[in-house]
């Protein structure tokens, strides 16, 4: 059971942060006439966000190899939230706007967080338990 509470509360933790971040303590730049890159930004990280906290409560759910699986799939989720602000969609240009300064690196630091967090949980689920 420590594995599964391992795997998931953080994953979950992380996955509801990176939905929510972008829209309250890390808001991007209001739409006004215009949608600006931030707010796809924000609109993208909404969906990982509730895909890496789902597939943390299935993980509660499932064997060991499944949960490493779903692991897996939260790691590479957690590189997508890196690469969605800085590569793939971005956010403003302005180094002074807020969501360059803000939320650019909250979504980086919670993307490697849940990376980290989710590589750590796949080994240990592969890993043999020392009680079967």
């Not at 992380?14 to 600006?36: K, Q, S, W």
């Not at 969609?89 to 967090?117: D, E, F, N, R, S």
């Amino acid at each position: 059971m420590n594995r599964k509470l391992f795997a998931a509360i953080p994953q979950f933790v992380l996955g509801v942060l990176v939905a929510i971040a972008p829209r309250t303590f890390a808001h991007v730049c209001e739409v006004t006439d215009m949608p600006m890159a931030c707010h796809y930004t924000a609109q993208a990280s909404l969906g990982i966000g509730i895909a890496i906290a789902l597939l943390a409560v299935i993980g509660l759910f499932v064997a060991d190899a499944t949960r490493a699986g779903l692991d897996i799939a939260n790691a590479v989720l957690g590189v997508l939230v890196i690469l969605v602000p800085t590569v793939l969609i971005g956010v403003c240009k302005g180094a002074m706007m807020h969501c360059h300064m803000v939320t650019l690196p909250t979504l980086i630091v919670l993307g490697v967080l849940t990376a980290i967090v989710s590589v750590i949980a796949a080994y240990l689920d592969l890993k043999p338990s020392k009680h079967r």
